[in-house]
């Protein structure tokens, strides 16, 4: 009995001292942090790395209303070196139209689900909805300048890749198949929907600076490449790996 109050005291005296290292050691970590609250806006898309052959022509593309809000943690260390992180809400879409030649395609049309090789125009849809959580070594390059690179997660809550392969044909199975006319209205397109194929976490790195203007404005502007595919590794549609590539600009505010 005699050893398990020894014990327990001594259990308890860490306990203590491990608590109270770490209230120390965090008022110490945030005792020279800052938070910034920012807000963007992203331009880019949802790519292959290299343009295949079948891919002939891109005929349009428009940007979605892609916007990014969130608040950042930046602590500076020793030699102008410090850490970024933070949790942003994002959303990342685009459009296109485009030509292709023998693209791998699965597609429905009234009711009956069809696979094989589409010669025409195909109509993309993209939009995701995300958390995203940085972890970003910086660097500063004098008092108003800053660059940032490192890896990033996001969660995604919300996500949509839908089309139309319209104007063309479609051999089906293979290239000698059965031929299958697709054309222009609404009920003599081959539409798809592939959201369910898509990922739930997303992974990739960003680089970028920030430029702070005044005591507490400062203007952002980052790249980030998915360096894993939009979709899960057993979806071979698209044959493919399809990247999330985008650019944002944006305006931070300095709130400590």
Request: hydrophobic residues 35%.
């Amino acid at each position: 009995c005699k050893n398990r109050r020894i014990m327990k005291k001594y259990i308890l005296s860490l306990a203590m001292l491990t608590l109270f290292s770490a209230q120390a050691w965090s008022e110490s970590w945030f005792k020279d942090a800052n938070i910034y609250a920012r807000m963007g806006y992203s331009i880019g898309g949802t790519a292959p790395l290299d343009m295949p052959a079948t891919i002939r022509k891109l005929n349009s593309y428009s940007p979605r209303t892609n916007l990014m809000y969130g608040v950042e943690f930046y602590k500076p260390f020793h030699n102008r070196w410090g850490l970024a992180t933070g949790l942003y809400i994002e959303n990342k879409g685009m459009k296109t139209d485009a030509t292709v030649k023998n693209y791998h395609m699965e597609i429905t049309r009234g009711g009956e689900t069809l696979e094989g090789l589409f010669t025409g125009n195909v109509d993309t849809n993209v939009k995701q909805w995300m958390w995203t959580l940085p972890i970003l070594a910086t660097y500063e390059l004098g008092s108003q300048f800053r660059l940032k690179f490192g890896p990033y997660g996001s969660l995604i809550t919300s996500k949509n890749f839908t089309g139309a392969a319209y104007d063309g044909y479609l051999r089906k199975g293979n290239p000698t198949g059965d031929k299958v006319l697709l054309g222009h209205e609404e009920g003599q397109r081959g539409t798809y929907d592939f959201s369910k194929d898509m990922r739930n976490i997303q992974w990739g790195i960003k680089v970028g600076c920030d430029y702070h203007f005044t005591k507490h404005w400062g203007a952002t502007a980052e790249i980030s490449w998915g360096t894993a595919g939009i979709f899960k590794r057993d979806f071979h549609t698209i044959e493919q790996t399809m990247y999330p590539i985008y650019g944002t600009i944006g305006l931070a505010y300095k709130l400590k």
